[in-house]
């Protein structure tokens, strides 16, 4: 009986000690957390396991600890964990370099405070070019477009450039349009130089703006490496792990790709390349470029300009402009020849079109080349008012819809007036939209929204705006589900690039990236999202941001 006794105990000391070194070592778990794998079912998890920079297994809490022990376990204290955000579709260089030198012009509530911010910014940062970005006039009392000459007062000397928060439109002042030569009599395709009464008023519409733009010096290295950190530091805050650039020069490319190399810089980023020769000579010959950080392998083409800015192209006049259409940048011919290109290489079309003549003429040619169902993912950026005969052309073309949901709830305050009763129906009509190939991407378009992508799936689940105004949402039978939302900021973002095998999702094998937040955005009441905060972000099984650090 005794020995019987014995026996057993090392019996099951020899168990214990087989079941501890049948444990498999991994870098990390995560357990007694509430995991949205996001996977193909949407399955939720309570614990994974992580190593060498992948996602291992997930499971519940018994069967992940009792298979695998880890350097560093981390108890989720029941805090819901996401796949890492991915913005699809950003202008991360230029919201870089924003933040280092152009003044801060978004939120204003009028001109007079434009001014006043210039001002101040003038006196902390005194370069040879004075700017700023950001402001929006549908925001102020007086919802006119300003003009230059309260600019020449304050700034006679120095030029000035203050760009709309879309982008596609510029105030300058006078020493500014000195400088780029520009006239009345100046002649632009694809844009417009605004004049009153002969004069010109410093105001520049899409096109036009490159003037401006191709005669203001270029930042040295040095700047633009600390422009490309300090986005970075802001992505990581928010939970973004990767995000898609969507206008990136060859010089910037590159860059990127050295200093991610070098161990410098670690976000996840894909490359729109911009539609310039050398871009094409470089790319379109070697082919897509890929490292485990970088993917170029999409042109970027623009179609039109704004709505904000009504440069966008519309098939009938602009509700609160009569004879006023918009902008088509260029020509079909000039589409149709960089599309065939691009197809034969094997390289996505990405292009950015928002009114519905724009959105028809791009794919009708996507149509051409494409011809019907396919595989090739090309995409209409923004994709905001869309004639209702043509939803179906982008599941009959597989064309996929890039939407920035914050879009919807920023433009809803006038979109109206632009577009009138019955246009603003199909306009930010992502749900119809994403029903056309079941999936669908979503970013920000930052810097001309903020680059949180928590706004992103409160605007895309409740269409309100902070203060929860309209009630019951801006056309809400075009909001997405919570569900969806996650999607399309995560799996689906990264499928928009072709990425969905390695990323998007918690699931073995694909790179370990995730964030903990503060609360579950799933269950929260609605009104509740945007107080959300990311707890930890990690990057490749790296913690890249923890919200104690920082206070
Ligand atoms: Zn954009």
Not at 48 to 76: C, H, P, Q
Not at 127 to 145: A, H, I, P, S, T
Not at 259 to 269: S, V
Not at 317 to 334: A, T, V
Request: aromatic share 10%; hydrophobic share 40%.
């Amino acid at each position: 009986m005794r020995n019987l006794f014995l026996l057993i105990i090392i019996g099951s000391m020899i168990f214990l000690t087989a079941c501890n070194t049948m444990k498999r070592h991994v870098d990390i778990i995560v357990h007694n957390a509430v995991i949205y794998t996001v996977d193909s079912i949407f399955s939720i998890d309570e614990a994974m396991a992580i190593n060498d920079g992948r996602f291992v297994e997930t499971g519940d809490n018994e069967k992940i600890l009792s298979e695998y022990d880890a350097d560093m376990v981390i108890d989720g204290k029941g805090l819901p964990v996401y796949p890492g955000f991915i913005d699809a579709h950003c202008h991360y260089y230029s919201y870089g370099l924003g933040l280092l030198k152009k003044a801060d012009l978004s939120g204003t509530g009028s001109f007079d405070e434009v001014l006043d911010i210039m001002q101040e910014h003038r006196e902390k940062q005194p370069g040879e070019w004075l700017e700023g970005r950001g402001w929006d006039q549908n925001d102020w009392e007086v919802k006119e477009f300003p003009t230059k000459e309260r600019l020449d007062q304050l700034f006679p000397d120095i030029p000035v450039v203050l760009t709309r928060v879309d982008g596609h439109a510029a105030l300058v002042n006078s020493e500014a349009l000195k400088r780029a030569g520009i006239t009345s009599e100046t002649l632009i395709r694809g844009g417009k130089i605004i004049i009153k009464n002969g004069k010109l008023t410093g105001l520049l519409i899409d096109n036009a703006i490159n003037f401006i733009r191709d005669i203001i010096p270029e930042i040295d290295r040095k700047k633009q490496v600390s422009a490309l950190l300090q986005a970075e530091k802001n992505c990581f805050s928010v939970g973004l792990t990767g995000i898609v650039d969507a206008c990136s020069k060859k010089d910037i490319i590159e860059l990127i790709d050295s200093l991610q190399q070098e161990g410098i810089l670690n976000l996840r980023i894909n490359c729109m390349m911009d539609s310039t020769k050398e871009n094409f000579e470089t790319f379109f010959e070697s082919g897509i470029y890929q490292t485990e950080r970088l993917k170029v392998n999409a042109v970027k083409l623009f179609a039109d300009g704004a709505l904000g800015s009504s440069g966008a192209c519309l098939l009938e006049p602009y509700n609160d402009d009569p004879g006023n259409y918009g902008i088509m940048i260029y020509e079909p011919d000039y589409y149709r020849n960089i599309c065939e290109k691009a197809y034969e290489k094997g390289f996505q079309v990405n292009t950015h079109a928002i009114g519905d003549s724009a959105i028809r003429m791009i794919l009708e040619i996507y149509g051409e080349i494409l011809k019907g169902k396919n595989d090739r993912r090309w995409r209409i950026e923004h994709a905001q008012v869309v004639a209702p005969e043509d939803f179906e052309k982008f599941g009959k073309y597989s064309v996929i819809p890039s939407v920035q949901a914050t879009h919807a709830t920023s433009d809803m305050y006038w979109a109206g007036e632009r577009l009138g009763k019955k246009r603003i129906k199909n306009a930010y009509a992502y749900k119809k939209l994403l029903d056309q190939n079941g999936w669908l991407p979503n970013g920000t378009d930052f810097p001309v929204e903020q680059i949180n992508p928590i706004l992103t799936f409160y605007a895309s689940v409740a269409r309100k705006d902070l203060d929860g105004f309209p009630e019951g949402g801006f056309q809400i039978e075009n909001a997405l589900n919570r569900e969806e939302t996650l999607r399309s900021m995560t799996i689906w973002a990264a499928k928009g690039s072709f990425d969905e095998n390695e990323r998007g999702s918690i699931e073995p094998g694909k790179y370990a990236d995730f964030v903990i937040l503060d609360q579950d955005m799933m269950t929260v009441p609605e009104e509740e999202i945007p107080r959300t905060r990311v707890l930890n972000t990690f990057l490749g099984g790296e913690e890249i941001y923890n919200l104690l650090n920082e206070e």
